[in-house]
């Protein structure tokens, strides 16, 4: 939980951006960050398995208990099955949880997003400036008062009829509130003016009408600035949305398509081959039947039949080479995201995988350095955490760039950690003292005994 809720907020200020000044309420912003907190499982919860077990076996290692343990005969990795059991548990429950209810989360999460994104920000009308984003309408006051309603010197510039500013409104005082139900926007004027142009009828002709007001009051829809609701629909392309088997359904249309075309690859070259063997037939025709076809023969051709077969040719292989060029870029594109699939797929598998490396790693690492609390545990779990985390971004994005095969670049790092935890894992049943500091201390002393010429004797 720890883990998870540094992540939170972690993530929280990532996208608070998004959510000032579009006058969202509490319980959005609370639905939006639970819905994305659960596409943090996948990485926190490796993380505070590693951190609990190396917790866990400190602790007993600290209290002696795992030295009665192998006193008892049982060895770190016997004692160690019973949680490896539960830990496995907990992997397939996170595959599950990660190819189904993260999927739906994000589906959602996406597209609350997309709808927060889209929100016009607040009425929010500042003294001194002109306010534009109610459609057709600028609007201007000096100054407000204390009280938040108060305004002075209005200006509403009306911009329906599309011919500029036709309809002035002026005011000296009134009063600016939104209603109630978020809906409109109220200005009760007070001594004021109304100006308008008419649509003139004559070259020479202009007409304006000027309309006094004692008290006037004008009403803004404020239905443009409620948040949108977009339908799901519109993003379950989406492969962060999809589940494994989904995903595989695009992974085969994909395959179908890049299969479809190289086809049409080799269809060009085969049409490419006829055209070019046609000039020739059409160029040997011309021919005797005891010349064969080489460049002094083709010199003797008559020049508006060489011109025209040459012309025809270069034609032909232009418009074969610019094909070709738009089907090698559309395979790049199907290749990538075939690529793109897959990985998401490997991804399914090796974030739950890496729970049961890290707890190997986890319980060993506790038991041979004995300690509790959140000292030296916390930070030997942050730095193969960090390792994890740094080997996986690498393979994904080696992987991505189609260096190497996916499951090269996803599996790598897990296969890396199966070594580190099968080593820790030896050294903790051997009682090593890889993390005694008076072993690297006296190991020290014997290396610089080594190296230290000896003194003749006299």
């Not at 505070?48 to 002696?64: K, P, Q, R, V």
């Not at 085969?270 to 064969?292: E, F, N």
């Amino acid at each position: 939980m720890v883990t998870w809720f540094i992540f939170i907020m972690q993530f929280m200020w990532v996208w608070i951006d998004e959510f000032i000044g579009k006058g969202l309420d509490v319980l959005t912003i609370v639905k939006f960050l639970g819905l994305l907190s659960t596409t943090l499982v996948p990485i926190a919860l490796p993380l505070g398995i590693l951190f609990a077990a190396i917790m866990t076996y400190g602790n007993l290692g600290e209290t002696s208990e795992l030295v009665a343990v192998k006193a008892s005969g049982i060895s770190i990795a016997r004692f160690t099955r019973p949680l490896f059991a539960f830990i496995v548990l907990i992997t397939t429950a996170s595959f599950f949880f990660n190819n189904y209810v993260i999927p739906l989360a994000q589906l959602k999460a996406t597209r609350l997003l997309y709808d927060i994104q889209n929100k016009k920000p607040v009425v929010a009308i500042k003294p001194g400036t002109f306010y534009k984003d109610i459609p057709n309408h600028v609007i201007y006051i000096s100054s407000k008062d204390n009280d938040g309603k108060t305004v002075h010197d209005i200006k509403i510039y009306d911009h329906i009829s599309g011919r500029g500013n036709d309809k002035i409104t002026m005011a000296e005082k009134g009063k600016m509130y939104v209603s109630d139900d978020k809906r409109y926007l109220i200005f009760e004027l007070e001594n004021g003016w109304r100006y308008e142009d008419k649509t003139p009828k004559g070259v020479d002709e202009h007409e304006q009408i000027r309309l006094g007001f004692k008290y006037w009051k004008k009403v803004f829809d404020l239905s443009d600035f409620k948040m949108p609701q977009t339908d799901e629909s519109y993003f379950k392309n989406l492969k962060a949305v999809m589940s494994v088997g989904q995903i595989l359904n695009v992974v085969d249309t994909t395959k179908l398509l890049i299969r479809k075309q190289y086809d049409a690859t080799k269809d060009l070259l085969v049409t490419g081959l006829l055209m070019a063997r046609r000039d020739t037939i059409r160029i040997k025709k011309t021919m005797p039947q005891s010349q064969s076809l080489g460049i002094e023969v083709l010199k003797r051709v008559p020049d508006t039949l060489r011109t025209r077969v040459l012309s025809t040719a270069e034609i032909n292989a232009r418009s074969i080479k610019s094909m070709l060029e738009v089907n090698k870029q559309n395979i790049k594109l199907q290749r990538m995201s075939l690529t793109e699939n897959m990985i998401e797929i490997h991804k399914r598998f090796t974030l739950p995988s890496a729970c049961i490396f890290l707890f190997i790693i986890g319980a060993a690492l506790g038991s041979i350095i004995r300690k509790g609390g959140l000292g030296l545990p916390f930070i030997a779990a942050v730095i193969f955490f960090v390792i994890y985390y740094f080997m996986n971004t690498v393979g994904e994005k080696i992987a991505r760039e189609m260096i190497v095969p996916v499951y090269v670049g996803l599996w790598f790092p897990s296969f890396v950690l199966a070594v580190i935890g099968a080593f820790l894992l030896y050294k903790a049943n051997n009682d090593s003292p890889l993390m005694n500091k008076e072993w690297y201390f006296r190991m020290g002393q014997k290396f610089i005994k080594f190296i230290k010429p000896t003194k003749k004797k006299a």
